[in-house]
């Protein structure tokens, strides 16, 4: 891990927080658009050699979460929301697919049973209330509820990065669907607080398991 390949992400992150808390929605626009490429750049920097089979799936995924951040700026209103929507959705198909290309454990089965419930008691909110988008908000449901659990097979990273996940994603839905609900003076932050540390919390992940034998390798020496 290069540990400077992570300042990018800290500043842009940094500035971005606080375009948001100061009330500014130009700069909070354009750092907002940085801040998955920033994350990018920790992958990036990895030797050829050392990235790993989930490397590229991992950065495919950021490059999805990219579009979910920038396509809604140029989309007319009504397809704000589903741009949105369908650009997390294929970053959260390649989380998965990153997540199931290394070697991972199997989550606690209380972690699994409140992961259950808690995308249960989101659904059951929300969908009533999402009319013809409610097929894709069960479906986006699903796939979070499958990031998360694969995630926690990663260990505490893995699953705090899945917890922060469905608890930025949920707020977003929530939002949409049943804004009486999560109306309060900076919800806006917390979305984008913890949505950043999900995502850098499964780059780590990518970063902890990218070579299958660093383990061995530390061993025999």
Do not use: C, K, N
Not at 127 to 145: N, Q, T
Request: hydrophobic share 60%; aromatic share 8%.
């Amino acid at each position: 891990m290069r540990p400077l390949s992570w300042i990018p992400v800290l500043v842009v992150t940094s500035a971005h927080l606080v375009a948001l808390g100061s009330g500014a929605p130009g700069p909070a626009a354009w750092t907002q658009v940085l801040l998955m490429p920033a994350l990018a750049v920790v992958l990036l920097v990895l030797p050829a050699d050392d990235r790993g089979p989930a490397w590229p799936w991992a950065l495919g995924a950021l490059a999805g979460s990219w579009v979910g951040d920038s396509l809604p700026r140029i989309m007319p209103e009504d397809w704000q929301f589903l741009s949105m929507v369908g650009g997390f959705a294929v970053a959260q198909v390649l989380w998965i697919i990153a997540f199931t290309r290394v070697d991972r454990g199997r989550p606690p089965a209380a972690w699994t049973l409140l992961l259950v419930v808690v995308a249960i008691a989101l659904l059951s909110v929300t969908v009533p209330h999402a009319g013809i988008l409610a097929p894709a908000v069960v479906v986006y449901g699903l796939l979070l509820l499958a990031v998360a659990y694969l995630a926690a097979g990663h260990g505490l990273v893995g699953g705090l990065g899945g917890a922060l996940f469905i608890l930025s994603d949920g707020l977003i839905a929530l939002g949409a669907f049943r804004p009486e609900m999560v109306d309060w003076a900076g919800r806006d932050l917390v979305v984008m607080a913890t949505y950043v540390a999900a995502q850098a919390l499964f780059v780590t992940v990518i970063l902890l398991t990218r070579s299958p034998d660093r383990t061995a390798r530390h061993v025999t020496r």
